[in-house]
């Protein structure tokens, strides 16, 4: 007796392998057959003729941990056939909490935590104690967590510009061993930010070794993604040989217009890396667009400072004319964004005061144009008036560059967004359309549309390969004794909807989601169930 059969489907199972019609009989959350004519012994059946059915997506970059405590129906990720997140990139997490540098780590989460006065909030020790949390509070999606090194060195030292002394160095050690004995995933890094960009490679290679003993991940936002792009590159690889861990870098690019065609030296950087036999993977969403903080365009020395000792800097007349120098400075060296781009490429996702959420939507050169000033003194007054935090997002990329990088066997699809929704606390910001659209528009634009991939093999990229990478052994493909996440889709009118004008739109052609033998899409519809589970390592 099965709890739910789906029927006449067009199976791609996620191995890569081409795709068959068989009906699939799901038991106690998991698969218990796959063969043609399965008796329908329920009331609950599925009819997929003319449907692709595959296995959950899994989105291996993350920031969901943001916003699953307020919205846990994580609309905009399972409506693009999302069944599994791993969450805690980019360096920042939640946790682990030092009550007496709460106020550091409020700063360095500040870009994501939209409801700083949320009930409770901060009412937790660890990351994986606050990860405890969603679980107990019922999610649609599956979640898997890292820990964020910036949060454990802020914890530890705050926003100190220093080498970390012995006994700081064994204290982020300890909380590292903790998270990971709690079942975290391994380590994230973001070393384009302040205090990542602090810590030495010595220093993270040892972190790395810890996350190796449990054979975890190392997951790697660079320090650059531009003009040092191959530099960057070769930084975190002199961290995986110092350590033997795991890599996953964190959406490979090439930004700005004077560093396209770079993606070809990155790759032959990293597969001569794999020839050594270094485990290396990198993840890539489907858009010439990034998101990120205006103070990027910062120069390097006043980005190491924290917010709020940046704000106070940047109000020194003396220093904030050394910085729009800088800036403006053609010959820079610290790797100026702005070299080859113009700042009607930069847009602002979202603002904190309301005098301010008029530029919401707006690039920087109409901005600067409205307040009469430069693109750099505009760009500073806004950072000084909302704390040194404002999102931004960044038109940066080539589509031939991402094509290449999309390509490559080691690739491996996520959204780097937030699971949101068309109501709540993001509603009205102007959010990176990947947090709607990044998997069914590599299926739509990418597979049915140019023809760049196989859909087989971008489902492999988005399930078993994903999966293999984080060791999810009973997850990412269909087959009997397999947890039963399973997406059902059009292949012919699968398209993402949401546009950087227009973000809130959930994207077209998924038709059910099941996420541990539970329907949670039928249709249009998300059924109000939260089946995901907390997945530890």
């Not at 007796?1 to 009989?25: C, H, P, Q, R």
């Not at 926003?159 to 380590?187: C, S, V």
């Not at 996953?248 to 690019?253: A, D, E, F, G, P």
């Not at 070809?264 to 050594?276: G, H, L, P, T, W």
């Amino acid at each position: 007796m099965y709890d739910l059969v789906i029927k006449n489907g067009e199976i791609i199972d996620g191995s890569g392998k081409g795709s068959f019609i068989a009906d699939i009989g799901i038991k106690d959350g998991y698969i218990k057959a796959i063969g043609e004519n399965l008796k329908p012994d329920t009331s609950k059946i599925i009819d997929a003729k003319g449907y692709i059915v595959s296995p959950g997506f899994i989105d291996i970059d993350s920031h969901s941990d943001f916003s699953l405590y307020r919205n846990p129906k994580a609309e905009s990720k399972i409506r693009q056939g999302i069944t599994t997140e791993l969450v805690g990139q980019g360096g920042r997490t939640l946790g682990p909490v030092n009550k007496d540098r709460l106020k550091d780590l409020k700063q360095y989460t500040s870009s994501y935590v939209q409801n700083k006065n949320e009930p409770n909030y901060w009412k937790w020790d660890s990351n994986m104690e606050f990860i405890d949390i969603l679980g107990k509070k019922g999610i649609s999606v599956n979640i898997a967590a890292l820990v964020g090194y910036g949060s454990i060195r802020v914890a530890v030292m705050g926003f100190d510009k220093r080498i970390p002394t012995k006994q700081e160095m064994d204290k982020m050690l300890l909380l590292l061993e903790e998270e990971m004995n709690n079942g975290a995933y391994g380590l994230s890094l973001g070393l384009d930010n302040s205090p990542d960009s602090l810590a030495t490679v010595e220093e993270l290679a040892e972190m790395a070794k810890l996350v190796k003993r449990y054979d975890g991940i190392l997951s790697v936002h660079m320090r650059e993604e531009g003009n040092y792009l191959l530099e960057s590159i070769n930084e975190v690889l002199d961290i995986t040989r110092r350590s033997g861990v795991k890599l996953q870098i964190s959406h490979l690019k090439a930004a700005h217009p004077q560093n396209w065609g770079k993606v070809k030296d990155a790759i032959v950087i990293i597969n001569k890396a794999r020839n050594e036999g270094l485990d290396i993977h990198y993840d890539v969403y489907p858009y010439t667009a990034y998101e990120s903080v205006l103070a990027d365009v910062l120069p390097t020395w006043i980005r190491e400072l924290s917010p709020e000792n940046m704000v106070n800097y940047l109000k020194n007349d003396v220093i904030q004319k050394k910085v729009i120098d800088e800036m403006m400075d053609s010959n820079s060296n610290w790797g100026n964004p702005m070299l080859g781009s113009s700042w009607n490429m930069i847009r602002i996702v979202s603002m904190k005061k309301a005098e301010n959420k008029k530029y919401e939507g707006m690039n920087m050169e109409e901005i600067a144009e409205e307040m009469n000033l430069s693109p750099q003194e505009a760009a500073i007054r806004l950072l000084i008036d909302e704390e040194g935090v404002i999102k931004i997002i960044f038109f940066a990329m080539l589509e031939t560059d991402l094509i290449e990088v999309m390509k490559q066997p080691m690739a491996i699809f996520c959204t780097d967004g937030l699971a949101v929704a068309p109501y709540g606390d993001y509603k009205d910001i102007k959010v990176h359309p990947r947090y709607y659209g990044a998997f069914p528009r590599i299926l739509g634009r990418y597979v049915r549309e140019k023809k760049i991939l196989a859909l087989e093999d971008a489902i492999h990229k988005m399930t078993l390969l994903p999966a293999m990478k984080m060791n999810l052994r009973d997850r990412g493909l269909l087959d009997i004794g397999y947890k039963a996440d399973i997406t059902i889709f059009d292949k012919d009118t699968i398209i993402d909807k949401s546009s950087f004008d227009s973000p809130h739109q959930y994207s077209e052609g998924i038709k059910y989601v099941i996420v541990n033998g539970e329907v949670v899409i039928e249709e249009d519809t998300h059924t109000g169930k939260l089946p995901g589970e907390i997945i530890r390592l």
